[in-house]
């Protein structure tokens, strides 16, 4: 009896063993197909996943062209609509990167769908914008146009006026050139004129009597005598007559405590020093007057020149020298 019931165990633990052996070939087996299995499923997913993304892409470049077009058709008012544009830039570059991920799922194809979405909406205020821009640019070219028509009869207008206008004008000022022209040789002819000019250093002895001296150290004053010559056009009356004196280094002798002033020259209009004034009783005859310049500061040697204004105008010359001497 013992012998069969070991012989018997050993059959049911064989029979256990093949049992167990099949049933794990079975699960082998199976594992196997089911990663086939997922590994198809897997394989088909990522290929509706790309092509989904291709899709998608599609979309962009299509919202993308649109936006492009209108941006080229109206490259005019850019500076117009920089905003809205950054705007769609900013969403571009967000859906490039979502479809740019290396495993990009469901999730975010979803987002980018919804992202172009808006994408073109914004394309299409872009495009409302575009169409209100150029409707207002229409009216305010109508509204130029209108304007340039009426300024345009209103400058022909303002011609004809200012060309009646400028002819009574030149007329006018004709006769005032004729006037100021009249007026200017009047002005001219009534200025005085010297002659005989002549200029000398002087000095003073005891008793009070002048000396002519040329020895600049013993030169007291400079003394300018000249003919005022009959004019018969000038009035009689004071007269202002200017002597300027210039020393051998070509400056003005000039002492403002001592009388001495600035003029302007008739002929350019520039500003000159005078030494010294004289108010001369003009009475339409040739006298002769003297005029003296005295100084706070020594004489140099050397040759001076002498020139005599009236009204700016130089109406004498003449020159003197003074030289080192003996004492």
Known sequence: MSEENGSGKKIFYIILILLLLGINAFLIWKNRSEKKKFAAETAQLRGSLEAERDQVKVELNDAVEVIEQLKQENTGLAEQLTEIELKMDEQKSEINRLLSKKNVGRKELSEARKLIEVLRGTSESYRQQI??????NMRLRDTILYKETVTQKVYALKDSVETEYFAQQAEK?????????????VATGSVLNASAVKASGIRFKKNGKEVNEDNYKKVEKVKVCFDIMENRIATSGPKDILLRIISPEGSTLAVESLGSGTFTYAKTGEDRQYS???TIDYNNSQDRYCMFWEQNFPFVEGTYNTE???EGYIIGEGDFSFKKGLF
Do not use: G
């Open 131 to 136: 169409e209100a821009l150029q409707a207002e």
């Open 173 to 185: 000022e004709t006769l005032e050139m004729d006037k100021q022209q009249l007026e200017a040789t």
């Open 276 to 278: 010294t004034k004289a």
């Open 308 to 310: 005599i204004y009236h």
